[in-house]
């Protein structure tokens, strides 16, 4: 049996997501959890589109049907790898003749509940980008760099308070170092679904942790609204002090290779100066990683420090805290958090 389904209806069901657009398609954004079975390879789907535009539509279809026959079965043994109970969601870019295929197919060949997303991808982007856009109740944790502030949010998830990393949906940290040792980033499309992802599974009435980022974290943006969000909101800004931040900085990246850090030490070179960039070079040649650090938390500082100034300061609490110890700060931060 085959029923469309909307978009707000998806998420309560848990039943699986097959999306059938080509692997360019899923690769640009999907929904997450959602399994690709396309239809086309990216090039079949470029040839089949050619001709639609160069010829028609019937010949198209033509083209199609051949460049899909082949796969029927295969369609029907990877549907049942990831819905054995024969219960399954289907969509392509808008719900049209991809979607409305397949599901036929899946249906005739023993499925019991073939869903079909209403308007597609394009009805959940739309759904995604307006959820974005509420509001929600924001703590943002700040602090200069090497305070731990991504393990600290950690802890505060052990809590039981709610959280949201950006830094790991992004997978990077944020500064000129932040890709080393990281997965390749999502496409900026999809750390937007991925957020609203993570944002789904809160209570928006409930506070949300979330780190004070830039607009950019690597290549991926925070959707603008999110941003001026965490932008308005409370900011707990932690102070501890430079030598603690860079023992921390030198566990975090003394083990990665050098020439990545010598990488990200040229990013800033014209922040840093010719003369500290040359310095730091020869530091990490020497594997001085505490004095590296140091050099660049002087960089750094002043860039926090002018972030922080530039909020409304009724709106910034600063937290003196004399070491990076993770759990014993995620506790005086949630305490102070609550009076």
């Not at 239809?39 to 535009?53: I, P």
Request: hydrophobic fraction near 35%.
């Amino acid at each position: 049996m085959i029923s469309e389904i909307k978009i707000e209806e998806v998420f309560s069901l848990g039943i699986p997501i097959v999306d059938v657009r080509s692997p360019g398609e899923f690769q640009k954004g999907h929904i997450p959890k959602a399994v690709n079975i396309p239809l086309f390879s990216n090039e079949e789907r470029a040839h089949v589109g050619t001709v639609y535009k160069q010829n028609s539509k019937e010949a198209a279809l033509k083209i199609g049907y051949t460049y899909v026959e082949p796969k029927l079965n295969s369609f029907i043994s990877e549907s049942l790898k990831i819905a054995p109970n024969k219960s399954i969601i289907v969509h392509c870019w808008r719900g049209g003749m991809r979607s409305q295929s397949f599901a036929k197919h899946l249906s005739e060949n023993g499925f019991d509940d073939v869903k079909v997303i209403i308007g597609g991808y394009k009805a959940y982007r739309n759904h995604v980008l307006t959820n974005l856009e509420k509001p929600f109740h924001l703590k943002v944790l700040g602090g200069y760099t090497g305070s731990g502030k991504t393990q600290i949010l950690h802890e505060l998830k052990k809590l039981k308070n709610q959280v949201i990393d950006l830094e790991g949906l992004a997978n990077h940290k944020g500064s000129a170092f932040g890709g080393i040792g990281q997965k390749e980033q999502p496409t900026v499309e999809q750390f937007e679904n991925n957020l609203h992802h993570a944002l789904q599974k809160l209570d928006p009435l409930q506070p949300i942790w979330v780190e004070d980022e830039s607009h950019n974290i690597g290549r991926v943006k925070i959707p603008i609204q999110f941003f001026h969000q965490i932008r308005d909101a409370k900011l707990y800004f932690l102070d501890i002090p430079k030598n603690e931040r860079a023992i921390f900085l030198v566990s975090e990246y003394a083990n990665i290779n050098t020439q990545a850090l010598k990488d990200s030490i040229l990013r800033i070179s014209k922040r840093l100066g010719d003369l500290n960039t040359r310095k730091s070079i020869q530091l990490l040649d020497k594997e001085k990683f505490y004095e590296v650090a140091l050099i660049s938390l002087h960089y750094y500082d002043k860039f926090y420090l002018k972030g922080m100034e530039r909020r409304k300061p009724n709106e910034v609490l600063q937290i003196k805290l004399p070491t990076t110890n993770h759990y014993n700060n995620a506790l005086e931060i949630k305490k102070m958090a609550n009076t």
